[in-house]
Every structure is written in structure tokens, then in C-alpha cells.
């Protein structure tokens, strides 16, 4: 168990001082967490609902603070290259996330081509019916990219690091609200980088 809980705060602690020096980035990662928490909720009321709001805001938010407002360049802090930090992500690098992003924006095309997703679901007949199922394509997603990438680490890494990731992914919520709540408040006192992302 020590193990276990050293190596997540390992993982919590290299997410954090590689990929999030931007204040807009950290409060992007703020309401994320804080919508993740909603759409959590929504898993044992209506999984689409969770899926719509776990896409549509969570992730939005979440990705478009990696992908346009953290630095790419040399990291001075941690003195490692761009190239080093995506080369040793152990979840989804930027390029795997341009890969997961892609299959999110794609689905509900494919879903309005083929309403009974290839005889898998019971066709739409209802705009209203469409966007629940759109919901549950994107909460399937959610499921099957968490699934992919942690049996995947099984074999690129060791089941330890793949446990270890899964269960930090689905606690990342809940420690970004703790460790990024005040960023919104730098942010207003036109701090647009985190001026210690080393420091614990």
C-alpha cells in the first residue's frame, strides 16, 4: 500500500510541475475538476448526462488549457525539453490526446450516419433521443480510453504504473480542486504563470 500511495503522489507530482505552469491552464483544470464532480454525480442518475458534461465541459476545458495556453518550449525549471516531457507522459501525451479528441469529435458524425451505431443501440428517432445517445457514445469513450491506456501501461510499463495512473485519473478531479483552487485569483492579479510549479 505504501508503495501504491508513493508512487500516485510520484505521478500527481510529475503531472503537475511538467504540464500545468500556465495560471489559465491551472484555472481551466479548476473548473474541470469542479464539472467532473457534477458529471460524477450524473454516472448513477443518467451516464449520457455524465457523458455531456464530462466531454462537452470537463475535457473541453481541460484540454484546451494543455493544448493553447501551457508552454511548449524549454521547461528551465525541471531542465527538460518539450520532447523529453511527451516522450515520458505515462498517460495521454499531447499526441494521444489529438488521437482521443479526435474519436470525440468524430462520434457523433458516425452516430448520425448510422442512428443504430451497426445494429449495437436502438436507432434515434428524436433530436432529444440523438443527444442522449451521443451522451452514451461519449460516456463509453470516457470508459474505454481510462481501460485502453491502463492495460496498455500493463505491457509498456508494469500493471503497478497502469493501477496506479487509473486511479489517479479518476481522482484527478478531486485533487485539482484542492491544489488549483486558487488560480483564478492569481489569474485576476495578472499572474499568467505559476511562478514555483516545483515547489511543493
Not at 62 to 70: I, N
Amino acid at each position: 500500500m505504501n508503495a501504491f500511495l508513493q508512487a500516485l503522489d510520484t505521478q500527481r507530482w510529475d503531472d503537475h510541475r511538467y504540464y500545468h505552469h500556465s495560471r489559465i491552464n491551472q484555472s481551466l483544470h479548476f473548473i474541470s475538476a469542479l464539472s467532473f464532480m457534477v458529471a460524477y454525480g450524473y454516472v448513477f442518475i443518467d451516464p449520457a448526462i455524465a457523458g455531456l458534461i464530462g466531454w462537452c465541459v470537463s475535457m473541453v476545458s481541460r484540454q484546451s488549457g494543455h493544448f493553447f495556453f501551457e508552454p511548449k518550449g524549454y521547461d528551465h525549471v525541471n531542465q527538460a525539453t518539450h520532447e523529453y516531457k511527451e516522450e515520458i507522459k505515462v498517460g495521454y501525451n499531447l499526441q494521444r490526446k489529438v488521437v482521443l479528441m479526435t474519436i470525440w469529435a468524430a462520434s457523433p458524425v458516425l452516430l448520425w450516419l448510422s442512428p443504430s451505431l451497426f445494429g449495437l443501440i436502438v436507432p434515434h428517432t428524436t433530436l432529444n433521443e440523438y443527444i442522449h445517445d451521443v451522451g452514451m457514445l461519449w460516456f463509453a469513450l470516457g470508459v474505454a480510453g481510462l481501460l485502453f491506456r491502463t492495460v496498455q501501461l500493463f505491457f509498456v510499463r508494469d500493471v503497478m504504473t497502469g493501477i496506479v495512473w487509473a486511479t489517479k485519473i479518476l481522482t484527478d478531479p478531486f485533487h485539482d480542486a484542492k491544489l488549483y483552487w486558487r488560480a483564478p485569483l492569481h489569474l485576476l492579479q495578472g499572474e499568467l504563470m505559476d511562478p514555483a510549479p516545483d515547489k511543493r
